[in-house]
């Protein structure tokens, strides 16, 4: 038995040369849940199955079918998610620097078949799979098969990350970035871009690799943008927010209508399900996927939309916060590039409604309608769970 000093006779600290808090805390991780982001992640899903209840019903009563079928479907989808992150917040999570390569190879294979005609053509994007009334997306769950892999890799880094781990990492992140522009899903894609920047800042690559890696960036975008790597729609989307005077028969039809539903909301909201508005009357595509926040800003005004915020950001300070607590590499990474993750999709949804960022199709967490995005984002959530259970071990 190890022994150290202390007040008032409390002299064990150690059994087995083990800290006490050490070995209880592997008892009962569950003592160290984090509530606040269970009750924020809670929070989000039922406010996101609210607004696609709302933005969906009318058009589903006109078209004689069940108002709420897509509220139906997501809240299978949360189901389904609270059991995931169940099942990932159970285990230890430096177990996954086993299993990464696993994952992020079948990921990949997964990103190369729904290319092929195994996979689901929506709208001229093949990024699904079909099963019945459902659909599942590998990009979705590659967000995350990445953020374990690269991040196991570079847990592994003692002596810190050369140019060539730089290159290993990219190449790493690279591959399912590429099958994801390939389908093509620019949106998603540019996650995965934020997600490499992220990694590789946290995980010690050196600064001047930084540059080098933003320095052959911005060439590669000044080539797609030159030639025909985007097709003209594609292109057209991506400028539409910087023309004062966008085509609104075109495209720039989308920014416009979304414009016009969020200025319409004004202070207070017109109310859930108000009859002659941009929602009732469906004048915006895509409404209750890529652009629900305009749902919100129309029927909920300012403070609904401000309360949204508040909530989105309490969630992106649980897992900053999280990060900075994880007592290894491998947990900060994780945390850091679910972070980064949610990050960058909550400024580029709401700012391309505003006209602030360009129009891509990218789901707003846990407020979108989306079986695979909500299944991954409360994945991130488990895993969340998982690095802050375990910040003693």
Known sequence: MARAEGLFGQTVDRIGGEPISSRMARRAPIRHVDLSLLLI???????????????????????????????????IAAVVGVVVLLVFSTFDYRHLKTLSPII??????????????????????????????????????????????????????????SFLDVLAVVGMIGVPMILIFVQPDFGTMLVFVFLTASLLLIGGAKVRHLLFLTFVGLVAVVIALQSNV??????????????PNPDVQSAGYNLTQSKIAIASGGFGGQGLRAENTQTSLD???EQHTDFIFTAVGEQLGFIGSAALLVMLAFLMWRAVRIAAMSRDLFGTLIASGIATMWAFQI?????????????????????????????????????LMNVHMRRFL
């Open 41 to 75: 992640t809670m929070l989000l899903t039922v406010f996101g199955a609210v607004m696609i209840f709302s933005a969906t019903a009318s058009k589903q009563e006109e078209a004689g079918l069940d108002p709420a079928s897509f509220l139906k479907r997501q809240v």
């Open 104 to 161: 992020y190879g079948i990921t990949v294979i997964a990103l190369i078949l729904v290319l092929t005609p195994a996979g689901d053509l929506v709208n001229g994007t093949r990024s699904w799979f079909r099963f019945g009334a459902f659909q599942l997306q590998p990009g979705e769950m590659a967000k995350l098969a990445v953020i374990l892999a690269a991040g196991a890799y570079m847990a592994e880094r003692k002596d810190g990350m």
């Open 230 to 243: 985007l097709k003209p729609y594609q292109v057209e989307r991506l400028t539409a927010f910087m023309d």
């Open 283 to 285: 004048f915006v595509p």
């Open 347 to 383: 400024f580029q949804n709401i700012g391309m409604t505003m006209g602030i960022m360009p129009i891509t199709g990218i789901p707003l967490p846990f407020i979108s309608y989306g079986g695979s995005s909500t299944i991954t984002n409360f994945m991130a959530v488990g895993l």
